[in-house]
T-cell receptor
């Protein structure tokens, strides 16, 4: 069975601070995908980033960056120079093959990020 | 282009009533997923369609839950004889194909409150 753990329930920062959201995953599959989604107060889950299990290269995309380490089963997400508009719940998710072309997502419980002006 | 849309956005039902929740996926997307999100929790998988075929319904919590996608586009999630524990946000997602290389794009959800 798959499991995603987001140990941080809530984080509060002041605008322009950097913030890292932690994610630890569990799976026995060797092929899998990891995602980060953002859920603002409007409720819609917004896709942010995706990484597959064979690519541990860490990247930066604008103010977003991520650190994927298979050795520790972690997939952490960093926002640089946070802004008030970044305030949302952030979900880490894991996708593995579940048969019949199904790649359902297993989500963590989410981290509520509040960026204060 | 248009994203995933869901209707209604909010639904209040009395315990025992039947409800139907609609999902319009992104045009041309083959795969469609339904998730249930309880308050303060992450979404949990309910069921999966590839075109009109329901290939996985392992997440449906009871036989009161039924989903269909008869023409391979619009999908309806139906809940019969609603119970208070059914109160949640129901999210629909679609992806272009069925592989794990595909990102699932989510709709705004339907918030169901059962009184």
């Amino acid at each position: 069975a798959q499991k995603v753990t987001q140990a941080q329930t809530e984080i509060s920062v002041v605008e322009k601070e950097d913030v890292t959201l932690d994610c630890v995953y569990e799976t026995r599959d060797t092929t899998y995908y990891l995602f980060w989604y953002k859920q603002p107060p409007s409720g819609e889950l917004v896709f942010l980033i995706r990484r597959n299990s064979f690519d541990e290269q860490n990247e930066i995309s604008g103010r977003y960056s991520w650190n994927f380490q298979k050795s520790t089963s972690s997939f952490n997400f960093t926002i640089t120079a946070s802004q008030v508009v970044d305030s949302a719940v952030y979900f880490c998710a894991l996708s593995v093959y579940s048969g019949g072309s199904n790649y359902k997502l297993t989500f963590g419980k989410g981290t509520l990020l509040t960026v204060n002006p | 282009g248009a994203g995933v849309s869901q209707s209604p956005r909010y639904k209040v039902a009395k315990r025992g009533q039947d409800v139907a929740l609609r999902c319009d996926p992104i045009s041309g997307h083959v795969s469609l997923f339904w998730y249930q999100q309880a308050l303060g929790q992450g979404p949990e998988f309910l069921t999966y369609f590839q075109n009109e075929a329901q290939l996985d319904k392992s997440g449906l919590p009871s036989d009161r839950f039924f989903a269909e996608r008869p023409e391979g586009s619009v999908s309806t999630l139906k809940i019969q004889r609603t119970q208070q524990e059914d109160s949640a946000v129901y999210l629909c997602a679609s992806s272009s194909m069925g592989g794990n290389t595909d990102t699932q794009y989510f709709g705004p959800g339907t918030r169901l409150t059962v009184l």
